[in-house]
C-alpha cells in the first residue's frame, strides 16, 4: 500500500471519527436542553415553593368556607298562616354536607324576620335546643313570635346558624338558612 493510498484511508477514518464526534455532541446538547434544561427550571422553581404556599394560605384566609348545610328549597317553607303578635313555624329540610359533617354542633341561633319597607327585626333567640343534622335530610320545626307592633304586609323570615369550628377553620363558622317569603296577617282576635 503506498503512502498516498494510507493517507486517504486515515483521511476517511478521521472524517467518519468527527462526524460520530459531532453526533455524540449534538446528542448530548439535545440531551442538555430536553431533559436537564426542564429538571434545572423544576429545580429553581421549587424554590419559591414557600412563597407560593403563604400566597395559597392568605387566599385561603379570604375564602368563605364552603356551605355546612344544604336546605331543599322546595320543603324549607312556612308552613301555617302567620299573624301579628302569634307564633309562626316554618321548617327547613335541611342536611349536612360532607365537609359540614366535620363541623361541631350548633352553637347559636339568631332569627330575623324582615318585614317590607323596614331594616331586619332581630328576634328572641329560641328556646329549643338545636338539632344535629346528619348527611340525610332531615326536617326541622323552627317557631318564632311575630311582634304585636309589626303591621300586615308581606316579610321573610331567616336565620343566622353558628357552628363550632370546622376542619381548617379554627373560629366558628355562620350561614344563613334561605330566606322564606310570606304575608304577616291581622291578628283575627
Not at 365537609?99 to 332569627?111: A, I, K, N
Not at 310570606?182 to 282576635?189: M, N
Request: proline share 8%.
Amino acid at each position: 500500500m503506498t503512502m498516498w493510498e494510507r493517507l486517504s484511508r486515515w483521511k476517511t477514518t478521521l472524517a467518519a471519527i468527527t462526524a460520530t464526534v459531532a453526533a455524540i455532541g449534538a446528542s448530548v446538547t439535545w440531551i442538555s436542553n430536553s431533559v436537564v434544561q426542564p429538571v434545572r427550571v423544576a429545580l429553581a422553581n421549587t424554590e419559591m415553593i414557600p412563597e407560593i404556599r403563604t400566597e395559597l394560605a392568605l387566599i385561603r384566609l379570604q375564602q368563605p368556607p364552603p356551605k355546612v348545610a344544604e336546605y331543599d328549597l322546595l320543603g324549607s317553607r312556612v308552613i301555617e298562616p302567620c299573624f301579628v303578635g302569634r307564633v309562626c313555624a316554618v321548617q327547613f329540610d335541611l342536611r349536612r354536607t360532607p365537609w359540614g359533617m366535620t363541623c361541631g354542633d350548633v352553637t347559636r341561633l339568631q332569627s330575623y324576620l324582615t318585614v317590607e319597607g323596614s331594616p331586619p327585626l332581630v328576634l328572641p333567640e329560641p328556646t329549643a335546643q338545636a338539632v344535629r343534622v346528619g348527611p340525610d335530610y332531615q326536617r326541622i320545626i323552627h317557631r318564632f313570635e311575630i311582634p304585636s307592633y309589626v303591621l300586615s304586609a308581606p316579610a321573610w323570615f331567616h336565620v343566622k346558624v353558628t357552628y363550632a369550628g370546622c376542619r381548617g377553620f379554627a373560629e366558628p363558622v355562620e350561614e344563613l338558612t334561605p330566606f322564606l317569603a310570606f304575608h304577616i296577617q291581622e291578628s283575627s282576635g
